[in-house]
């Protein structure tokens, strides 16, 4: 990965992970591994979508031969919308597609803030920025709500992953 703000993305994603996992007393090295790998391909990918994911557990399969098939199958479920993979069924898998969006909700939340920095963000704030629909619109909240639903509260969700990500403000310039 060269694209700076793929690389963010992907430390956000695998910061909220760790800290998913430790609430759901998972493997936090496990889930904190998928959040860091998944869009190991997009740069290669986004011009073909259908290949994102899919793409990722050649090259992982290929770099890390002993990389857990749990890990690659998170990968390439979490673009499931996009390639030909089925929804995600795992808590590990589900948890990444849900992380993956909050990501990017939460920091741009952060971005408009006074200071921009992610210690004045509360979780009010994002809840508040999920409610509009025209905010940060790449941010898919169905996804979020089909994915938490009758795992975790979309509150309580979101403020482990806010958490997760002041931890690593400085990481992400923020």
Not at 4 to 29: G, P, Q, T
Not at 72 to 97: D, F, Q, S, W
């Amino acid at each position: 990965m060269k694209n700076e703000k793929i690389v963010k993305h992907c430390l956000a994603v695998s910061a909220i992970m760790e800290k998913l996992a430790k609430y759901f007393k998972e493997d936090e090295r496990e889930w904190r591994i998928a959040g860091l790998l998944h869009d190991i391909d997009y740069e290669i990918t986004k011009e073909n979508p259908k290949k994102h994911g899919i793409l990722a557990e050649e090259i992982l399969r290929k770099e890390i031969p002993s990389i857990s098939s749990k890990i690659l199958r998170a990968i390439r479920r979490h673009a499931y919308g996009l390639n030909n993979e089925p929804a995600p069924e795992t808590l590990m898998e589900k948890m990444l597609v849900a992380a993956d969006q909050i990501s990017g909700l939460i920091i741009a939340t952060a971005l408009v803030m006074p200071d921009k920095r992610l210690r004045s963000v509360k979780v009010k704030n994002v809840k508040n920025r999920f409610k509009e629909k025209a905010f940060a619109r790449g941010v898919n909240r169905e996804k979020i709500l089909k994915m938490i639903d009758g795992i975790i509260e979309l509150d309580k969700f979101i403020e482990i992953s806010l958490k997760a990500l002041q931890g690593i403000s400085d990481k992400l310039g923020l």
